[in-house]
């Protein structure tokens, strides 16, 4: 079963609109952390921004906010008047914890594209 | 200050070869990790490396290995390469372990390796 799913591989936005990219994780964990990092052509993941589980005030950073649902499960990133710099792929993130170990498990990503 | 760099950014490979990429972590950085992202596959964890000891390992077989040097350098091998592979290996530096406390992840651009 997929432990974090991004249902959009997609979107297009036009130009200074809000965009929201979808994100669901499936965790038993009760301590756990969410992160969401942006990846352009040039490879290197860009870390954004970090909600933590027990956190209770959505986190936000700049045009970034997390809007954290935690009985649906759900960690969407908000991104507030896109730019053309923003198309990118986008990936959410959760903290595992298993048998001691931490890693970060990542979804599938998001291909968004901003139109000028 | 610098950024994490992945050496080389390209390279090209045959099948049965064997190939060694390496990583220096941001300065004051302990903790290193790797990751191979994939399109069918995605980001997967690799191994994560703090004072020269191998912490915590995904689920990759023996033919990928890892080391740390003193001065927090890392190197990744992958032996007998086949054509799965080919992939952008990523370096992620951290200051301390337990890779994900806060978000503090830096990555490099990463590593692309393509397998004849």
């Known amino acids: 079963a997929q432990k974090i799913t991004q249902t959009q591989p997609g979107m297009f936005v036009q130009e200074k609109e809000a965009v929201t990219l979808d994100c669901t994780y499936d965790t038993s964990d009760p301590s756990y952390g969410l992160f969401w990092y942006k990846q352009p052509s040039s490879g290197e993941m860009i870390f954004l921004i970090y909600q933590g589980s027990y956190d209770q005030q959505n986190a936000t950073e700049g045009r970034y906010s997390l809007n954290f649902q935690k009985a649906r499960k759900s960690a969407n990133l908000v991104i507030s008047a896109s730019q053309l710099g923003d198309s990118a792929m986008y990936f959410c993130a959760m903290r595992e914890v298993n048998f001691g170990n931490e890693k970060l498990t990542f979804g599938t990503g998001t291909r968004l594209t901003i139109i000028p | 200050k610098a950024g994490v760099t992945q050496t080389p950014r390209y390279l090209i490979k045959t099948r049965g070869q064997q190939v060694t990429l390496s990583c220096s972590p941001i300065?004051?950085?302990?903790?290193v990790s790797w990751y191979q992202q994939t399109p069918g596959q995605g980001l997967q964890f690799l191994f994560e490396?703090?004072?020269?000891?191998?912490?915590n390992k995904g689920n990759f077989p023996g033919r990928f290995s890892g080391r740390q040097f003193s001065n927090s350098r890392s190197e990744m091998n992958v032996s007998t390469l086949e054509l799965g592979d080919s992939a952008l290996y990523l370096c992620?530096?951290?200051?301390?372990?337990?890779?994900?406390?806060?978000?503090?992840?830096?990555f490099g651009e990463g590593s692309r390796l393509t397998v004849l």
């Open positions: 490396y703090f004072s020269e000891t191998q912490r």
């Open positions: 300065s004051g950085h302990r903790s």
């Open positions: 992620a530096s951290s200051l301390s372990p337990g890779l994900v406390a806060s978000g503090e992840l830096f």
